[in-house]
């Protein structure tokens, strides 16, 4: 059974830095793709960035530059660092195996989702 687990959300003010973390059980990691969505209340479901398990990265345009996206095969993980957060960046950010990298189509498995809140 897939299980993964997000951690790291929280309150931060703009400008500020936040390092969301998923791990990962019940899969062979280091062959999936992994990716970072995110959900804002009253907006689909978007595409933050992916890794593919041989470390192509894609970024949506909105976190280019300010968002990195890594993984630890050893340790089961994917990781989304965020720097210079905005307001817009407000949204529960969900973690996902199986993203595909060209279609940006997500995988059946997701996390429950950890919120990232950007205020002052």
């Known amino acids: 059974q897939v299980q993964l687990v997000e951690s790291g959300g929280g309150l931060v003010q703009p400008g500020g830095s936040l390092r969301l973390s998923c791990a990962a059980s019940g899969i062979r990691f280091s062959i999936y793709n992994m990716g970072w969505y995110r959900q804002a209340p009253g907006k689909q479901r978007e595409l933050v960035a992916v890794i593919t398990s041989g470390d192509r990265i894609k970024y949506a345009d909105s976190v280019k530059d300010r968002f990195t996206i890594s993984r630890d095969n050893a340790k089961n993980t994917v990781y989304l660092q965020m720097n210079s957060l905005k307001p817009e960046d407000t949204a529960v950010y969900y973690c996902?195996?199986?993203?595909?990298?060209?279609?940006?189509?997500?995988?059946?498995?997701w996390g429950q989702g950890t919120q990232v809140t950007v205020s002052s």
């Open positions: 996902n195996a199986g993203t595909s990298y060209y279609s940006t189509t997500p995988g059946i498995s």
